[in-house]
């Protein structure tokens, strides 16, 4: 099929970050899009004013006898409506990551995966080639305001794109270059275990061309031991590896972690290009840099361009957000919904504002995900001086009844063993949460609002 050949394309699950990217540039090619979603959003009225129909609620209304094409996110069910009347109707159905597939054929793809850092990667890369003057096209995972979206359409061949692995998706690209940052069991309702994880990953670095490049962290345990990479002598793609060791293809050293900037040095290929400077905080934001880093050189990119660029770089929407103040206390939203995330969000926050009052607050997400990982999440909250746990978020399509025994209220309990003279609270919603918050944030606290469920809605205290 060519979807360039298409009119009517409805989108089910068009207020998701992914499919609503997809919808952005079916929207640009002067296709009639619909599309419909379980509610409002401001990703649907963005839609709306670009000329897309948007429904809220699914029923078989929403899709026309005459659509060419449905495309749905991954969660949507088989007995949704609409799913059930396009098959009716003969009506060809893709996923998001089938449709995102069969664009990333026609352009020179870049795809950005692991599993932490992929947005954040994805957009400084994508910024990067950008500067340059390379005019990508760019769907990334997140709102960035330097694209206004998280999607923009480029006129040359490079497409960047975050490449997830949920439901092995990414397995549907076949890119030039594959970014990989990281890899560490995630996604526990869906992959059985730490080995059918780090297999998807392996299948998908399989997927690089003769001439392709993989660029990976040679730091990262995981990946040194997964079998394409053991096998660098026999692979057909070149590898290129960044870290702190030596034996790195972009070696990273004098890190300094102050209040509000981040410097480290890069020597890359035995060439000392000086140093570089972040303004968003932690390692892990250090490692992101690496990997679009080295891409950059890779395609040529002057080392005056990527720094500036970098320097330059704000963050992303919920990428260690300063959102706004409470009681003198700054609010800072992030999407860290892994124990790994969760624990390197806090470090951060402590080496950017070393002497204030960190008060960690968070809502798990999904409650498969919080009893396969509740012990690493109970080591998490370690650095933070306060921590305020709202329960957990039910991923609609993606909760088992053999999951409902467990609350965050159990990681509270935990958690306070562990830090006996912190205070540790309980909220059931996200009103007791807020409250929570107003009765204890001061002036000069810092407050880490974090999950990646709907916790982002309390950050606005003056629409909540």
């Not at 899009?33 to 409002?40: A, F, I, Y």
């Not at 960047?160 to 092995?168: G, L, N, P, S, T």
């Amino acid at each position: 099929m060519n979807i360039n050949n298409l009119k009517k394309i409805h989108f089910i699950g068009i207020g998701g970050i992914g499919v609503s990217a997809i919808a952005k540039l079916m929207i640009w090619q002067k296709k009639k899009v619909s599309g419909s979603d379980c509610q409002q959003s401001e990703i649907t009225d963005e839609l709306k004013k670009m000329g897309a129909q948007i429904f809220i609620g699914h029923q078989k209304e929403n899709l026309e006898d005459n659509v060419d094409l449905v495309i749905c996110t991954l969660a949507v069910p088989k007995d949704n409506p609409e799913i059930i009347k396009a098959e009716k109707l003969g009506v060809p159905i893709f996923t998001y990551p089938q449709a995102l597939g069969f664009l990333t054929k026609e352009k020179f793809g870049i795809a950005v995966c692991g599993t932490h850092g992929k947005s954040t990667a994805s957009s400084m890369l994508a910024l990067i080639l950008k500067k340059a003057g390379l005019d990508p096209t760019i769907v990334v995972g997140s709102k960035v305001a330097d694209f206004n979206g998280n999607t923009v359409i480029g006129k040359s061949e490079y497409f960047v794109f975050e490449a997830c692995e949920y439901k092995r998706a990414f397995l549907n690209y076949y890119p030039k270059i594959i970014i990989l940052n990281n890899i560490e069991l995630d996604h526990t309702d869906y992959f059985k275990n730490a080995e059918d994880y780090e297999n998807a990953f392996e299948e998908f670095m399989k997927h690089l061309p003769e001439n392709g490049t993989l660029i990976c962290n040679g730091n990262d345990k995981v990946i040194q031991k997964l079998k394409i990479k053991n096998q660098n002598e026999n692979s057909k793609f070149k590898i290129l590896s960044f870290g702190s060791d030596k034996k790195n293809d972009l070696i990273v050293s004098d890190i300094q972690l102050k209040s509000g900037k981040t410097r480290f040095k890069i020597i890359f290929q035995e060439k000392n290009l000086g140093e570089f400077i972040l303004k968003v905080p932690g390692i892990f934001n250090i490692y992101n840099a690496l990997g679009a880093i080295t891409a950059a050189l890779l395609l040529e990119i002057k080392p005056e361009i990527i720094k500036k660029t970098l320097a330059d770089f704000q963050g992303i929407w919920r990428r260690f957000e300063l959102v706004g103040e409470i009681n003198g206390a700054k609010i800072i939203s992030d999407y860290a919904h892994h124990p790994t995330e969760v624990r390197a969000t806090i470090e951060g926050a402590k080496n950017f504002y070393p002497d204030k009052r960190i008060i960690a607050v968070f809502q798990p997400h999904q409650r498969n995900r919080t009893k396969k990982l509740f012990n690493d999440f109970v080591k998490s909250f370690d650095q933070a001086d306060m921590v305020i746990l709202s329960e957990i978020f039910d991923v609609a399509g993606r909760e088992e009844k053999k999951d409902n025994n467990v609350s965050s209220s159990d990681l509270v309990r935990e958690i306070k063993k562990r830090l006996k003279e912190k205070t540790i609270l309980f909220a059931k919603d996200l009103e007791e949460t807020k409250k929570i918050i107003l009765e204890n944030a001061r002036k000069d606290d810092i407050i880490l609002v974090m999950g990646a469920g709907d916790i982002y809605k309390i950050t606005n205290y003056d629409k909540h």
